[in-house]
């Protein structure tokens, strides 16, 4: 059964900062997903990561994908008030299926 | 283009009443997938679909139904709604892996309090 374990759950964060969002997953898997949500709202996607050392950018965040350690990371550059939200990460096992495994989510509060 | 559209998106239910959320893509998507959100927790799988006439479980299928006659429709049923049913579902979509694979498009939800 596939696992996908986020970490931090909560980060509250200045303007100006940086930090990253970890996101790690129990079994093999070449197909990485980053997902917004806003409060109410539905997901908003950001990133799709396809190959071991895939790196993509937009704006303030930087997403990669390490296969062989398993872990993805959400790296967040000079956090902007605009930035706060819900943070999902989801693996999709592949193959026939389609079968996506989200985690828990990383709440991001982006303070002044 | 209107890409994953859900209806209704509220609905309050009583204890046993039965109905169904409404999914639609117009993407010409072969995959489709049913997911409900509890607060504090991810996403979980309730069914999926990889296309028209099959369809298959995911982690917590319990209590609902799923059919899928068509590329475009892939309705979820409540058979006899219970309160633990009570959570905003999204239904999603995504075309097969290959040039241009863009990965899933969720739809807006359906908000269902089961009282």
């Known amino acids: 059964e596939l696992k996908v374990e986020q970490n931090p759950l909560f980060l509250s964060m200045q303007e100006g900062k940086n930090y990253t969002i970890y996101c790690n997953y129990s079994t093999t898997s070449d197909r990485l997903y980053w997902y917004r949500q806003d409060p109410g709202k539905s997901l908003e996607s950001l990133f799709v990561l396809l190959s071991n050392g895939a790196v993509k950018q937009e704006g303030r965040l930087m997403a990669s994908l390490d296969t062989k350690a398993r872990l993805s990371t959400l790296h967040i550059t000079a956090a902007v008030h605009d930035l706060s939200a819900t943070y999902f990460c989801?693996?999709?096992?592949?193959?026939?299926?389609?079968?996506?495994?989200f985690g828990t989510g990383t709440r991001l509060q982006v303070t002044l | 283009n209107a890409g994953v559209t859900q209806t209704p998106k509220f609905q309050v239910l009583k204890t046993g009443q039965s109905m169904t959320l409404q999914c639609a893509q117009d993407?010409?998507?072969?995959?489709m997938s049913w997911y409900r959100q509890d607060p504090g927790m991810g996403l979980r799988l309730i069914h999926y679909s990889v296309g028209a006439g099959i369809t298959d479980q995911g982690e917590v299928p319990n209590g609902y139904n799923v059919s899928r006659s068509t590329t475009e429709d892939f309705p979820l049923r409540l058979l006899s709604a219970a309160p633990s049913q009570t959570s905003v579902y999204f239904c999603a979509s995504r075309s097969s892996t290959g040039t241009g694979f863009r990965g899933y498009t969720f739809g807006s939800g359906t908000r269902l309090t089961v009282v």
């Open positions: 989801a693996v999709d096992i592949g193959g026939t299926a389609s079968k996506l495994t």
């Open positions: 993407m010409n998507h072969e995959y």
